[in-house]
């Protein structure tokens, strides 16, 4: 195919995602410097339409990026009013007691929000100083200066034939350049995976870990529900197959947010995370809740949980890594957003103060150092071994040893077990299929529980079918010569939205990708026990489009 040729802009800072690091980023520099040019490329077809958090708020990055947002009518609008543990056994519970839990555990103070609707608000806020935000734009490629360093990137490119090559509406996209590109694309993000090999970002760092979170918004029956109750779950169903647990999260106009996360270092191939998911809704205490409701979204989304030492060194030649493409979540609270903003304002402090010294195109040393010795550093390294912990040990071990490493962290600031590895990567640690059992899964009633491609439907989920495959394989053949005899093809459950399948054509098996289901979780390109697939972007504006997650 012939060289593409692409006309260019420039500006002072390119954002890649309009998540709560990218925007919090945008706005922190529009703060410092009004003439700044900052533009943000988001993927999906609106700002929000790709967020996923439960969420719980902690308003620490929020204060510190925007202290008045009250007074500008931020969307935080539920604060918790209670906070229940339970331990779940297969039709029973005991309530974990608060006391005994660290106070960074406590929730109260958090507000229970939309997600997207909090990245709609803070896009408004920073589309009124300036900043130049493109929904509707994937960010599809790195650009590279001369010195190698990274100076741009490509987005908005439309219109390919399924083979790749341009087709009747073919539209090249534009190259957008900065003196620095801040990557904010969340979780797994495919242009970060790419500066984070090239640049040897994650060397001498534990591997990154992951968990698949799927969620539902149910309306409930008013009397039911609790507006600002918080519920975390532990145990029944996934007992010791995998970690993990659920989040039950009363918001406002008798909403609840239900969901669920499987760690992805599960070792049986067997497991079927999104049906651990429904069956855990059939469990006397959830069930009692959602009967006489109905489901009005789904979506599902990685997690990163591999804290402190699997973050990679943030920053190379012209690029920094933002919030979860560097994995900020603090696992034990299941909260990454305060985290996010914070590194997105740390970020463009830093841009801002090597702009003004004419600097471009080198290394944000002041971003990493910002992360690793203050407010981000701080949260992740208190809580470093809850997540090898419960790898190595289990849920009930971890919970005493994690909790007690917690405190000690917390009151005396070190910890008995230094800084616990996590070991393999969550593609080893998948095991192969006849060393385990199969599970048998109920049948979804229709009820409380769902098919998957019946969820998927309430994901909003649409991608232009003429358009290349975005889930890559390396070898056309790995799928059914090594995965199906080895792992008994693990995609066909671990992907929350049902996009691969293996079916027989002519007596044979056949792998194939429904790519128009991808809700974007990027599980597949964690997962995949051969790593031979990988997540790349669609065009812009395809994929879920969630109302209010
Ligand atoms: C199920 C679940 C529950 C969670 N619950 C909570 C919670 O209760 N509280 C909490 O604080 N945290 C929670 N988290 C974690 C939280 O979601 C993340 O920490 C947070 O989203 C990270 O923000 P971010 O800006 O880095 O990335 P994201 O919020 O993921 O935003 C990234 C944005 O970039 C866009 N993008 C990605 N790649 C490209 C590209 N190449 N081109 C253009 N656009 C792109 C995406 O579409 C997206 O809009 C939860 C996560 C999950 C999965």
Redesign the pocket.
């Known amino acids: 195919m012939a060289e593409i040729e692409r006309e260019a802009m420039e500006y002072d800072v390119v954002i890649?995602?309009?998540?709560?690091?990218?925007?919090s980023a945008a706005i922190r520099l529009k703060q410092l410097d009004a003439d700044l040019q900052v533009v943000v490329?988001?993927?999906?077809s609106e700002?929000?339409?790709?967020?996923?958090?439960?969420?719980?708020?902690?308003p620490c990055g929020l204060n510190a990026v925007i202290p008045d947002w009250k007074e500008k009518g931020a969307p935080l609008n539920v604060e918790v009013k209670e906070d229940n543990f339970y331990m779940l056994g297969e039709a029973g519970h005991v309530r974990i007691p608060n006391f005994p839990m660290p106070p960074l555990m406590n929730n109260h103070g958090n507000y229970i929000v939309s997600?997207g609707n909090v990245?709609r608000w803070m896009a408004e806020q920073a589309e009124e100083m300036g900043v130049e935000i493109f929904p509707g734009?994937?960010?599809?490629e790195l650009v590279y200066g001369d010195k190698g360093e990274v100076k741009g990137?490509v987005?908005g490119e439309f219109g390919k034939n399924p083979d790749g090559t341009p087709g009747p509406a073919y539209e090249p996209g534009m190259e957008l350049h900065g003196k620095y590109v801040f990557l904010?694309?969340?979780?797994r993000?495919?242009?970060s995976k790419e500066v984070i090999a090239k640049f040897g970002l994650s060397d001498g760092k534990e591997p990154q870990k992951y968990?698949?979170?799927?969620?539902e918004i149910w309306e409930i029956d008013p009397a039911k529900h609790k507006e600002g109750t918080v519920t975390h779950t532990m145990g029944w169903p996934l007992g010791s197959n995998a970690g993990g647990g659920s989040?039950i999260?009363h918001l406002d106009n008798n909403q609840v947010y239900v969901?669920f996360?499987v760690h992805l270092n599960y070792k049986n191939p067997h497991l079927f995370p999104y049906m651990e998911f429904q069956r855990f809704k059939h469990h006397p205490v959830v069930a009692e809740l959602l009967k006489g409701g109905k489901r009005v979204a789904y979506g599902?989304?990685?997690?990163?949980e591999g804290g402190w030492q699997s973050m990679p060194k943030l920053v190379a030649p012209g690029v920094a890594l933002?919030?979860?493409?560097a994995g900020?979540?603090n696992v034990p609270?299941?909260?990454?957003?305060?985290?996010?903003m914070l590194?997105?304002k740390a970020a463009a402090e830093a841009a801002y103060e090597a702009i003004k010294a004419e600097r471009s195109g080198d290394e944000l040393a002041a971003y990493e150092t910002d992360v690793r010795d203050g407010a981000i550093g701080k949260d992740l390294k208190m809580v470093r071994n809850v997540k090898p912990m419960w790898s190595k040990w289990g849920l009930t071990a971890s919970l005493a040893l994690g909790g007690l490493d917690m405190w000690t962290n917390n009151l005396l600031g070190f910890s008995f077990f230094g800084t616990l590895g996590h070991g393999k990567n969550d593609a080893e640690a998948t095991e192969e299929a006849s060393k385990h059992k199969p599970i048998d899964y109920p049948k979804p009633d229709g009820v409380l529980s769902f098919d998957r491609l019946t969820n998927v439907s309430f994901s909003m989920t649409n991608h232009e079918e003429s358009q290349p495959c975005h889930l890559r394989l390396g070898n056309e053949d790995t799928p059914v010569r090594v995965n199906l005899p080895k792992f008994a093809e693990p995609a066909q459950r671990y992907c929350p939205a049902g996009v691969y399948e293996v079916v027989e054509k002519d007596g044979q098996p056949e792998f194939v990708i429904n790519f128009q289901n991808c809700v974007?979780c990027k599980t597949c390109d964690i997962k995949d026990p051969s790593q031979n697939i990988t997540w790349t972007?669609p065009q812009?504006g395809d994929?879920p489009n969630y109302p209010n997650m």
Request: hydrophobic content about 40%.
């Open positions: 890649v995602g309009a998540g709560p690091a990218g925007l490329l988001e993927k999906g700002v929000g339409a790709h967020i996923l958090s439960g969420a719980v708020l902690d997600m990245c734009m994937a960010c599809s990137v987005a904010g694309e969340g979780v993000g495919s242009l968990g698949v979170g799927m969620k989040f999260y969901g996360v599902a989304r990685a997690i990163t933002l919030g979860c493409s900020m979540v609270r299941i909260k990454g957003n305060h985290n996010a590194s997105g974007h972007t812009g994929g």
